[in-house]
Nanobody, 120 residues
Framework: VQLQASGGGLVQAGGSLRLSCVAS????????MGWYRQAPGKQRELVAL???????SYADSVKGRFTISRDNAKNAVYLQMNSLKSEDTAVYFC???????????????WGQGTLVTVSS
């Protein structure tokens, strides 16, 4: 399974960006889909997680500003980022948990990362 992320870029503080991530390859089912980020000199942190179309969670720092959504038919996950702040500057990674066969081992894969730069 491979993940292709896109949508990063340079935006002014207060602006918006939408990240997309599409999974391809052989799998039976996709379970959790999430977005993480890693700022320079910091550890990678969870930004938003979707364990189903209706079950989502967010880091406190992005609650009310970011929205994660998924399109199961397209094997895609999105991150709508509004009211961006300079501290949101980071490389954003999508992450997917999946199974290849029924009751098979739970596997995980990371996307390549997309850079989001918020200028103040």
């Amino acid at each position: 399974v491979q993940l292709q992320a896109s949508g990063g870029g340079l935006v002014q503080a207060g602006g918006s960006l939408r990240l997309s991530c599409v999974a391809s390859g052989r799998f039976l089912s996709i379970n959790a889909m999430g977005w993480y980020r890693q700022a320079p000199g910091k550890q990678r942190e969870l930004v938003a997680l979707s364990t189903s179309s209706t079950n989502t969670s967010y880091a406190d720092s992005v609650k009310g500003r970011f929205t994660i959504s998924r399109d199961n038919a397209k094997n895609a996950v999105y991150l709508q980022m509004n009211s961006l702040k300079s501290e949101d500057t980071a490389v954003y990674f999508c992450h997917v948990g999946y199974r290849r066969i029924l009751l098979g081992r739970y596997l995980e894969v990371w996307g390549q990362g997309t850079l989001v730069t918020v200028s103040s």
